[in-house]
């Protein structure tokens, strides 16, 4: 199953459903990857693939040592 974000307002050819643009439906490959190969006349996409990104968490590392000087100095 692919994600696809419509740039155009489209009409799905095989069910008559209307999809805005910026709505994000989810297809079955085969059918993701026809609707990602159209393209109007001036060349652009009718719609692109959104990509699930995996979010990393970020972790500070803090020398022990020094976080405890400092709230030393500024406990002062």
Request: charged share 45%; proline share 0%.
């Amino acid at each position: 199953m692919k994600k696809i974000k419509f740039l155009i307002q489209a009409t799905d050819k095989n069910t008559k459903e209307e999809y805005k643009a910026g709505h994000i439906v989810e297809f079955e490959d085969k059918r993701a990857d026809e609707i990602l190969a159209l393209k109007l006349t001036s060349g652009e996409h009718y719609a692109i693939e959104v990509k699930e990104i995996e979010k990393e968490t970020a972790k500070k590392v803090v020398n022990k040592e020094t976080a405890i000087k400092k709230t030393r100095k500024t406990a002062k």
